[in-house]
C-alpha cells in the first residue's frame, strides 16, 4: 500500500489559494443570478405580512393578477402538497393561511415576465388583517408562556448546596443582542421543470438534500424527481441552512404550476425581514466561587427568542446549553434553558450556533469574578481552565485534551498580556476621558452536530480513462474553502496535482442524503467520504498494477503524478488508461460517519462531540466615556486548526470569524419597533465591520494535531474563531470598569452601541463610591 | 437636444436611444449586457458589490454604485467594469496571492474600487487602502488580505483609464415604454437652460448624485416622470476658494470639494472622510445633501454653524438665503417647487475663532449620524463674543440651539461655562428615539460633544478620541 501520509506532504498543509479565486477576481465565478437565463423565465416576488400577529379577514389579489406582466399569482390554497418549508416541525408555512404570525411573513408569490413587474405587483395586494396579542419580546413572551419546546436543564453536583456553601458569590443579568448574517449574495433560487413531472433547483444553500426533501413536499413528489443544485453561495454562514427553503419551494412552485422557469431573489430589505437571525439571549447568572476565584457553582438561566415557529431553535439553545461552561471546569452547575415562542422572524443558525451566547455568559462571570477579588481576569480565568481532575462538563462529556493552558501561556507570552496590562492602568490614570481595555478569552468549541445522524456524509469519485478527475461530495462552498481542501485531500491521496481534479457543483442528483454544511463539520465529514472514495479506486489500481507489472501489491505507491510499482514508473494517467482498457471500474463512492459520538438528549448526558478546537484571543479596546465611541485597537489570536490542511485557508476563516464575531458585540443592532417591524433592515441602518474597523491583528495557528482520527489529524474551523471575539467585547468592558477603578462590574449588554457603552460608563460612575 | 446616451464600456464606445431614465446602470449591465461579473448585494448604494470604476467627463476617475445610478447619468464616461480589467490587473493578481476572496460575492466591487483607487494614484498605506474601501462590505474575510492586496497592488505603476469622446450637446429625451407611462431626462450645459426646465417641469426631480434619489426607486419603487440633472452645466461645477470663504456650486461632488473644506477649517479632513464613503462621496454633491431637506444630512450643522448661505434661482430670479432658514420644518423647505439651489456659501471661521464639525454613528465608516454637530465659538480675552452651536438629529430640521448659545456669549471660555450651555441646550431640544439612538442618548452625547470640543481646545494633555488610538496599541 501506498504511505498516504508522505503524498500528503505536496498538497495537503499547502496555503492553497481557493479554488475559484482567480474566478472571483475576474466575475467569471457564476452564483445562481449569474447563470444564463433559460427562455421564458418567470421572475418571482413575495407578498409579505405587514402585521406581527394577526388573523387575515380578506385577501384581495385582483390588482396584483392584473397588474402588467403579471403571469400568476400562486397562494397556500395552490399547493399540491404540504404548505410546510421548516426543516423539522412543520411550523413554517410556505405562504401564511388565514394567519400570520411576524412582520414579513410570506403570504403569496406573483411570477411575472420581468423582476421589476414582479416586485410592483407584490405591492398592490389589499389584505385585511384582525390584530391579536402579540408577543414580540422575550419577556412579552415569558410573561404569556410561550414557548417552542419545554425548557431544558443540564445538572452537575449540587449547584443549590454548593451555591450556598461558597466563599463568594455574584449575580446578574446579560442581554445579547442577536445578529443578521448579511451574506453579501442575498437568497436566491432557480428553478427548471422538466419531463414527468421532474423539477431542478438552483438554490443558494448550504442543505441542497433539505431543498430536494422540502420542494417534494410541498409538490407532492418523491424525492428522486427533485434535483437541487448549489456551485457556490455568495456567503452562507448559516443563513441559508434551513432559510434557503421558502425561496427555493416557491420558485419550484410556480414552475410546477407554469411549466415555465422561475426564479426568485430576494431584494435586500426583503430578505433580512423575512429571513431568521441569529438568536437574542437574556440571561442571569448566580455563580458561587472561592477567593481563589475558582467557581464551585453555576447556575446558568438562558431564554432566548426563537420567533414564531421551531426551526432549528431546539438544538441551537441545546449548543448555548453545550457552551455555557467555554473553557473552564465549572465544578457544580445547572443550566437551565428556556425557548420562547414570540410573533418575530423565526431564528435560525448562524456561525457558532448557539454557542457564543452561551460562552458569553461564562465569560462575563470571569470579569465579575476579576472584580470582585481586585486580580487580572486572566488569572482568574487560567485558575478555572479544565484540567487534571476537573475535566469533566456539565453533560458528562470529558475534556480530555490539555492544550488550552500551553497556548494560552503562549499567547499571554506573543502579546506581551502582562506589560501592556501594566501600560494601560498607568495610560487610564492619566486620561479622564478616553480609557482602554486589555482581555484574553478562550474558545472550546465542540465538534460534531449535536443530532447524531446528521454526523454521515458521502462521496463520489469519478477518474477519466484519461487520468483527469471529477469530484463530487454532498459539501456545499459558502466561501469557506471546502472544496479545495476535500479536493487536496483527493489530489493528495492519488499523488496527482489539483489541477487534474475537477469541483463539481454540489447536487443531490450526485450525492444523496446529506447534510448540512454546518457545525464546522464540512472538511471532516466530506473530506473522509472523498477519501474514503479515492482508496477504493486506488486499490482497484494497486491489484491491477500489480497484475500488469508482476509486483506485489505492497511494493506499488503514487507520488509526484506517477505510479511505482517496484521497478516500473508509470504516468497516473498512462496507468488509468490501460485500467480502463482492462475494464477496471474508476469510479466510486465514498461513505463516512463520525465515529465515537452519543448523546442522549433527553437525559442530558454523553459524548455529544467527537472532539474541541481550541483558541484563543487578547483584545484591545478603547472608549470614549463622553460618548461611547468605542473601538478594537489591536487583537492577537492563536488557534487550533490541528495539523491544517490548509493554512490560508484557515487563517481566512479565523480572521473573518473574528471580524464578524466582533461586528455581532459591537456595532450590528437589530433594532424591531413595538409593532415588531425590524427597522434596521439594510446595510443602511444594520452596519457589519468595514475595513476600517479591523483593528491591527497578529495571528497564528497551535502547533499541533488533533488527537482524534479526523481528516489527516486537522481540526474543523469554521465557527469556533467568531467566538474569539468575546475578547473584543470584554476588552470594551474592561475598559468601562477603568472608570470606577476596577471596582464596579460594568454589565455591559451586547451589543456595545455607543449608547450601551455610555449608559455602563454611566451606570459605573453613578455606583462608585 | 439629443436623445442617445454615449459612453464607453470597457473601451468600446455604447449608444443607447432613449433609455428608460430610471433604468440603474446595474441593471443595465447585468440584464441587458449580461455581464453579470458586477453584483447587485443590496441596491440602496451602501455595500459596494456594484462598484464601477468610472471617468467622468471632467476626467477625473471615480468609483460609482452602479446600483442607484441611472444610465443616462454615466453620459460621457468611460466605464469600467471588472470585466474590463482581463483578470492579469495588479489588483487581481494580489487579491488571488493574498487570499482576498472566500465567498467571492463581494471580491468585484471591491476589486473595481481598489482599481479606482489606483488609477487616481490613491496612497498605498494601509489607512489609505482603508478609506478606498469603506463603501465595500466583506462578510467573509475580515479585510486584512484585501487591504495587504491593495498596498502591493497600488505600488505598481498607475493605470490609465481612456476617456470617452463627450459631446458637447446637451442630453435631453422623451422616453415611451410599453405601457405609455411618459418619462423623460435632461442634462442641460448652461445654467439658463436648467431654470427653464425648471420652470417648463416644475414636478421634476432636480438630479445630482442620485446617492438619496436613487432609493426612491430601488427601495421605494417610485416611478418618476421628469429627471433633470445639474451634474453637466458648467456654471455648477465651479468652487471658488477665497481668502474668506468657499463657493461651491450645485454640481460640485463632496470628493472635489474635500480639499477645498479642508483648507477652510481642517476638521472637515477627517468629517469628510467619514461622510458616506469613496461611493458616496464620488456621487454625491455638497448642495445635494442640502436640498435635500433631511433632518440627518451630515453638511448642514457644520454650514450653518459657519454662517453658510445658499443661493437659489427660479427662472430668471435670484435670492440669497441664510441656510439656517432654509431649513423649516421635517420635510420643507424654503424652496418653490420650480427654484433650485445653485450654490452655496461657506465663510471661513473668523480670525480666532475656534471651529469643529463632529458625528455620533454606530459605525465610524458609511454611517448616517444619529447626532451631528457644528461648533463656531469665539473669545476675546478669555470672553465669548460668538458662538454659533448647530445639531442635526436632534430635531426635524437641522437646528441651531439659542439657549446653549446664549448660555455660552458673554461669558468666559471656561468649562463651567461649556456645562452651563450643556444643561440650556437641553431645553431647546426633544430628540426623538429610533433605531439610531434614543432620544436621551441623543441629548447626552450633543451635550458631551460640546464639551469634547472645549477639551480639545482647552490645551489638556490627554486623550479625547478613540479614533486617534490606533498607534497607541502597537507596544
Known sequence: MADANSANENVTGAGIAHDSAEKHVSGRALYIDDMPEPKGLLHLAIGMSTKAHARISKLDLDAVRSAPGVVTVLTAADIPGKNDVSPIAGDDPLFADGLVQYHGQSIFAVAAETRDAARRAARLAKVDYQDLPANLTIADARKAETVIEKARAFRMGDAAAELTKAPRRIKGTLEIGGQDHFYLEGHVAMAVPGEDGDITVYSSTQNPTEMQVVIGHVLHRPSHSVICEVRRMGGGFGGKETQSALIAAAAALVAAKTGRPAKLRLDRDDDMVMTG??????????????????????????ASRCGYSADLSMAINDR??????????????????????????????????????????????????AIALGKDPLDVRVANLYGEGRDETPYGQRVEERIIGPMIEALEKSSKYRARREAIRKWNAGNRYIKRGLSLTPVKFGISFTATHLNQAGALVHVYADGSVQLNHGGTEMGQGLMVKVAQVVAAEFAIPLSAIRIMATSTAKVPNTSATAASAGTDLNGMAAREAAKTIKDRLIAFAAQKFSVDEAEVSFAAGRVLAGPHSIAFADLTQAAYFARVGLSATGYYKTPKIAWDREAGRGRPFFYYAWGAAVSEAAIDTLTGENRILRVDILHDCGRSLNPAIDLGQI??????????????????????????HAPSTYKIPVAGDRPEMHIALWDGENPEDAIYRSKAVGEPPLMLAISAFSAISDAIAAVGEYKIAPRLDAPATPERVLAAVNRVRKVAP | MRDTVRFTLNGMAVEVVRPDPQLTVLDWLRDHRRLTGTKEGCAEGDCGACTIAIRDPGGGVRAINSCIQFLPMVDGCALVTVEGLGGADPVQTAMVAEHGSQCGFCTP??????????????????????????????????????????????????????????????????YTPADGRAARFFAPVTLDELARLCAKYPDAVILAGATDVGLWVTKQGRRIETFISVMRVAELQWISATGTGLELGAAVRYADAHEALARLHPSFNGYIRRLGAVQVRDGGTVVGNIANGSPIGDMPPALIALGATIRLRKGKAERTLPLEKFFIDYGKQDRAADEIITHVSIPAPPRGALFAAEKISKRFEQDISAVSAGFLVRAERGIVVEARVAYGGMAGVPKRT????????????????????????????????????????????????LLRFFLENSGGAFATRVLDLASVAHG
Not at chain 1, 465549572?330 to 460562552?359: E, Y
Not at chain 1, 473574528?658 to 419597533?673: K, P, S, V, Y
Not at chain 2, 475580515?142 to 450637446?169: E, F, L, M, N, S
Open chain 1, 277 to 302: 437571525k441569529r438568536h437574542d439571549f437574556e440571561v442571569s447568572y448566580d455563580i458561587g466561587f472561592d477567593d481563589d476565584g475558582r467557581i464551585r457553582a453555576a447556575d446558568i438561566d438562558l
Open chain 1, 320 to 369: 448555548a446549553m453545550f457552551h455555557s461552561d467555554n473553557a473552564y471546569f465549572l465544578n457544580s452547575a445547572r443550566i437551565v434553558s428556556h425557548r420562547f415562542r414570540t410573533h418575530t422572524v423565526s431564528n435560525t443558525a448562524f456561525r457558532g450556533f448557539g454557542g457564543p451566547q452561551g460562552m458569553m455568559v461564562i465569560e462575563r462571570a470571569m470579569d465579575e469574578i
Open chain 1, 655 to 680: 480572521e473573518g470569524g473574528f471580524i464578524q464575531g466582533m461586528g455581532w458585540l459591537t456595532t450590528e443592532e437589530l433594532w424591531f419597533d413595538d409593532k415588531g417591524r425590524l427597522r434596521t
Open chain 2, 109 to 174: 466591487g471591491i476589486v473595481m474600487a481598489l482599481h479606482a483607487h489606483h488609477a487616481r494614484g490613491g496612497s498605498t498605506d494601509a489607512t489609505g487602502i482603508s478609506d478606498a474601501l469603506a463603501g465595500n462590505l466583506c462578510r467573509c474575510t475580515g479585510y486584512g488580505p484585501i487591504i495587504r492586496a491593495g498596498q502591493k497592488a497600488c505600488a505598481t505603476p498607475v493605470p490609465k483609464i481612456a476617456a470617452a469622446g463627450v459631446d458637447a450637446d446637451p442630453l435631453g429625451y422623451d
Open chain 2, 402 to 449: 439659542a439657549a446653549a448659545e446664549a448660555a455660552l456669549t458673554g461669558k468666559p471660555w471656561t468649562e463651567a461655562s461649556v456645562r452651563g450651555a450643556m444643561i440650556a441646550l437641553a431645553s431647546d431640544f426633544k430628540p426623538l428615539s429610533d433605531w439610531r439612538a434614543s432620544g436621551a442618548y441623543r441629548l447626552e452625547s450633543a451635550q458631551n460633544l
